[in-house]
Nanobody, 121 residues
Framework: QVQLVESGGGLVQAGGSLRLSCAAS????????MGWYRQAPGQQRELVATITSGGSTNYGDSVKGRFTSSRDNAKNTVSLQMNSLKPEDTAVYYC???????????????WGQGTQFTVSS
C-alpha cells in the first residue's frame, strides 16, 4: 500500500506564490509519473501538472508559464511551485502517482487526500 500526503496549502493573495509538496510512502514500490490535479467547487477535476521519473513535464493550459513541477526520485516527492497566483487557482489540489509494487507488473494510480488552497483577490 502506498500513501500520498500533500502539504503546503493555505491562503495567499493574488499575485503571490506558494509551494505544494507531496510525499509518497510505503514499502517496496516504484513510481512512474507523479502529478497534480485540482478541483474547484462545482467543477470537474482538472490537470495541473504531471512529471515523469525522467523529469518530463506536462501542464494544464491554465497554469502554463506560472506553475512549475519538480520531483526528487530518491525521496519519492513531487513539488509544485505556483507563481502569479489568481483567484481562479483556488481549489483542492490533489497529488497523484502511478505506482507499481517491486516485482509486479501492474501500475496503479494513487491519490492523496487533497490540500485546500485559496487565492484571495
Amino acid at each position: 500500500q502506498v500513501q500520498l500526503v500533500e502539504s503546503g496549502g493555505g491562503l495567499v493573495q493574488a499575485g503571490g506564490s506558494l509551494r505544494l509538496s507531496c510525499a509518497a510512502s510505503g514499502s517496496s514500490f516504484s513510481i512512474n509519473a507523479m502529478g497534480w490535479y485540482r478541483q474547484a467547487p462545482g467543477q470537474q477535476r482538472e490537470l495541473v501538472a504531471t512529471i515523469t521519473s525522467g523529469g518530463s513535464t506536462n501542464y494544464g493550459d491554465s497554469v502554463k508559464g506560472r506553475f512549475t513541477s519538480s520531483r526528487d526520485n530518491a525521496k519519492n516527492t513531487v513539488s509544485l511551485q505556483m507563481n502569479s497566483l489568481k483567484p481562479e487557482d483556488t481549489a483542492v489540489y490533489y497529488c497523484t502517482a502511478w505506482v507499481k509494487v517491486v516485482g509486479g507488473m501492474q501500475w496503479y494510480n494513487y491519490w492523496g487526500q487533497g490540500t485546500q488552497f485559496t487565492v484571495s483577490s
